[in-house]
Each structure stands twice: as C-alpha cells, then as structure tokens.
C-alpha cells in the first residue's frame, strides 16, 4: 500500500495539534506504508507554518528534515536528497524562501542545471542563473 501525504496532514502531524487530528496524522506518517509528498506541499507546509503559525524558519525546516529523513517518505520526481539539501539552504535566513529551495532541488534533480531568472537571490550552488539567452 502507498499514497500521498497532504499539506493538511502534514502540518497537523508537525504542529501536534489539534491532539485528534495530529494522532491520526502521526499513525499515517509513522507507518510503514510507502507515502509521497511533492514539492508544492512542501513549500505550501513551509509557508503555512512560518506565515500563518509563525514558527520559526530552523524549527519548520527542522521539522520537514525529520519528516522526510523517514525510510517510508519519499519526494514524488524529485531526488530525496537534493530535496533535503534544498531545504538545508533555506534554514538559516529568509533570504531563501522554501519555493525558492525546492525549485533549486528540481533543477539539482532533474538538469539541466541552467534556471533563467530575475531574482538576484536564488541559491546558485550548482545552478548557473541566467537573466537572459547567451550570447
């Protein structure tokens, strides 16, 4: 058996609240089930937590490490690993949103690793950002 994990879902298990929903949560995600998340709920749980919850940026991104460091959690078309150095980046400041990290682990992921971009403040290890068409 295997399945998604929702933005929802996900947010209930890292906040522990409400107790009803975040133990269901927890049986789901501590299972041995095979489950999914994508990049978009990542960067929607991210935002969620930081924006609405206001958690601090260590704590949310230490709390998503967590979740995907389980053997049964996995990135759905993204390299897991490239997804945990992606959300590495964007833990110490805000200078790195979390949609930010997660396209860079796409690009990490994926290839090639060329992003054509205006913003000055996408992470550029082992990305070269372009503004415009090389000469």
Known sequence: MSGFLDTNLLV???????????????????SAIDLYVTDVILAEAG?????????????????????????????????????IQGLRLCRPAGRVSFAD??????VQSVGPRVLYSFDARFPTHGVEVRRSLPD
């Open 101 to 106: 990290a997660l396209t860079w682990a796409a």
């Open 12 to 30: 209930r298990y890292l906040l522990d609240d409400p107790p009803e929903l975040a133990e269901q949560a927890a049986r789901i995600i501590d």
């Open 47 to 83: 935002y969620v937590l930081t924006s609405v919850y206001r958690l601090p940026r260590e704590v949310v991104v230490d709390g998503l490490l967590a979740v995907l460091q389980k053997r049964n959690i996995g990135v759905a078309g993204l390299d897991k690993g490239m997804v």
